[in-house]
């Protein structure tokens, strides 16, 4: 008769995944017992050390803000100004820490700094507007071709609807 040792290496297989069953499981109740961290995360504004005693506090990276949080279950006009309201605080915070990395540059950066500045303002706006143009195209298409495409409803094709050329 052989040794266990020796069947087991015939199974070895077996060996693998019995390993690999015992260590999610623990691993599964570890996490279950001690969560997802979020509890352990230090609460509060987080602080960034900007040199010469300045600081500027930042929103806490674990996501801690009440507003946002409570409003997570509720969409809806709530909701959307929550989001809003997040939106304004961190453009003013960026606005902020931006504020403060330009006075720490010489004359010459300050003007290639207002320089790009001023450049991606420009190409946002164009980047809008030809958002707007694309979006007044596709529509222009949409109503020249569907005088001759109709399109109905039924069973067929496979969004539930078929299209019929007239």
Same mark, same amino acid.
């Given at each position: 008769?052989?040794?266990?040792?020796?069947?087991?290496?015939?199974?070895?297989?077996?060996?693998?995944?019995?390993?690999?069953?015992?260590?999610?499981?623990?691993? %599964?109740? /570890?996490? !279950? #017992?001690?969560? &997802?961290?979020?509890?352990? @995360? $230090?609460? +509060?504004?987080?602080?960034?050390?900007?040199?010469?005693?300045?600081?500027? %506090?930042? /929103?806490? !990276? #674990?996501?801690? &803000?009440?507003?946002?949080? @409570? $409003?997570? +279950?509720?969409?809806?006009?709530?909701?959307?100004?929550?989001?809003?309201?997040?939106?304004?605080?961190?453009?003013?915070?960026?606005?902020?820490?931006?504020?403060?990395?330009?006075?720490?540059?010489?004359?010459?950066?300050?003007?290639?700094?207002?320089?790009?500045?001023?450049?991606?303002?420009?190409?946002?706006?164009?980047?809008?507007?030809?958002?707007?143009?694309?979006?007044?195209?596709?529509?222009?298409?949409?109503?020249?071709?569907?005088?001759?495409?109709?399109?109905?409803?039924?069973?067929?094709?496979?969004?539930?609807?078929?299209?019929?050329?007239?």
């Amino acid at each position: 008769m052989k040794s266990i040792w020796t069947r087991m290496w015939r199974r070895r297989w077996l060996v693998v995944v019995g390993t690999m069953a015992i260590f999610l499981s623990v691993g %599964a109740a /570890a996490w !279950a #017992a001690t969560g &997802d961290g979020a509890e352990n @995360a $230090a609460p +509060g504004p987080a602080a960034l050390a900007l040199g010469d005693g300045v600081a500027l %506090a930042l /929103a806490d !990276a #674990a996501g801690t &803000d009440q507003v946002a949080l @409570a $409003a997570v +279950g509720k969409p809806g006009p709530e909701f959307r100004e929550a989001l809003k309201e997040k939106r304004e605080q961190r453009i003013k915070r960026i606005e902020a820490l931006m504020k403060l990395v330009r006075e720490k540059m010489t004359p010459e950066d300050q003007a290639a700094y207002d320089r790009l500045v001023q450049t991606a303002k420009d190409q946002r706006a164009a980047l809008q507007q030809a958002k707007e143009n694309l979006g007044t195209t596709l529509k222009d298409l949409r109503d020249l071709t569907d005088k001759y495409i109709g399109v109905e409803s039924s069973t067929g094709g496979p969004a539930g609807t078929s299209t019929t050329v007239q």
